[in-house]
């Protein structure tokens, strides 16, 4: 028996995920998996990189939907996905994450009565601010079966009645750090600004920060520029395209002495794993990298003002910091206690789990 799988990605971290499970797919017999882009994040260190370096089935198509609010994002992408369901009409359709690609995937799967099996559900903030909140939330109570990473997040799931429907996965990320870590590439790290080769620092900090929280306002950003400005060692810091123009702006006016930061561009996925796991420390606003952090055991700095992985902050691992000097260096200072035995993200073996129940899904239509 054969059934289709069509997978819906559209942004960097999706793509890490979804190259695991894609791997295991491969190796079942009668799984067919078609990969759909939504084209939310489209530069080449910020997709393709991801599609060559990890081997990931080229998508059959790419919507190329992106920008614009976020409203009119998931509308264009609704509506776009719509109709790919409807021409591929897939057995079962498999989302990641909680960004706008999952939910008008999530959205345009409901209504089509297409099965849908819904990965890191349980993932919640409790922030009302927080866009991608939304867009877990709704996501999970639309999709018909919820893969938590955690037992803190399949608690989530309960606590929002949706146990039925819900089990516990544990952690592609971690898969695929735990596998790619022996691949990992010393990056060839590329000036934002000028775009000119840099080298990496034997001793450096390794730093992402792109929400709209920290980079929205001048103020934010400076308050975390001054603080990697005050370190005893560089800060590597790979610019999102979503904030480089402030960034390039900030880093080039002649009263801001940056020159403790390395403004760089994206790195690929297995260059980031080689930055996680020779950095001094790590200071991010990014859900991913957190908890690369925690499972390569390197001090980490969110700056955020909610916690998005809370199996992460213990023992000094992973602090929260506001957007300034002050508070970054504060968080900085906490030491850390790593226990080796505390895996709160599962086995390394979640793709297998997450493969397997796209497919009896399917199977069972
Ligand atoms: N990452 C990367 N290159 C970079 C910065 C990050 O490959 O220049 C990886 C990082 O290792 C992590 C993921 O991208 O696996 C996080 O993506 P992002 O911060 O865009 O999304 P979030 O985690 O906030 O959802």
């Known amino acids: 028996m054969t059934v289709k799988i069509m997978t819906v990605v559209g942004a960097r971290p999706q793509f890490i995920k979804a190259a695991v499970v ?16 939504t084209g939310q994040h489209f530069d ?5 990189t991801f599609f060559d370096e990890l081997s990931i089935p080229e998508p ?7 920008g614009g609010t976020h409203g009119q994002m998931t509308a264009r992408m609704l509506e776009a996905l719509e109709s790919e369901m409807m021409e591929r009409k897939p057995d079962v359709v498999l989302l990641y994450g909680d960004t706008n690609s999952t939910l008008a995937a999530a959205l345009a799967a409901a209504k089509l009565h297409i099965p849908m099996v819904h990965v890191e559900a349980g993932a919640r903030t409790h922030s009302a601010t927080n866009p991608e909140e939304i867009n877990r939330i ?10 938590a990473c955690t037992e803190d997040n399949l608690e989530n799931l309960n606590k929002e009645n949706l146990a039925e429907k819900s089990e516990f996965s544990g952690d592609p990320m971690y898969d695929a750090f735990l596998h790619y870590s022996d691949l990992a590439q010393r990056p060839n790290l590329v000036g934002v600004v000028n775009g000119e080769p840099v080298e990496l620092p034997a001793e450096f900090y390794y730093v992402t920060c792109h929400r709209e929280e920290n980079t929205g306002t001048d103020e934010a950003l400076l308050g975390l520029l001054d603080a990697l400005s005050s370190l005893d060692a560089p800060a590597v810091y790979p610019v999102h395209p979503r904030n480089r123009s402030t960034v390039c702006r900030l880093a080039q006016d002649e009263e801001n002495d940056f020159s403790n930061i390395l403004f760089v561009d994206p790195v690929g996925y297995l260059e980031s794993v080689y930055l996680v796991n020779h950095a001094k ?17 390197v001090k980490c700095t969110t700056v955020l003002d909610f916690e998005v992985w809370p199996e992460t902050m213990v023992q000094g691992r992973n602090i929260l910091a506001k957007p300034t000097k002050t508070s970054i260096r504060n968080a900085m200072s906490v030491p850390q206690m790593v226990d080796g035995t505390y895996l709160p993200f599962g086995d390394g073996k979640a793709a297998e789990r997450i493969a397997n129940c796209v497919v009896e899904l399917a199977e069972r239509r």
């Open 138 to 147: 709704c996501t999970d109570h639309v999709a018909t079966k919820l893969l």
């Open 44 to 48: 080449a260190n910020m997709s393709q």
């Open 281 to 297: 420390q790590i200071i991010t606003d990014s859900g991913g990298l957190q908890r690369e952090a925690f499972y390569a055991g």
């Open 22 to 37: 894609s791997h295991v797919l491969e190796r079942i017999e009668g799984a067919e998996e078609e990969i759909v882009h």
């Open 60 to 66: 059959k198509v790419n919507l190329g939907v992106s």
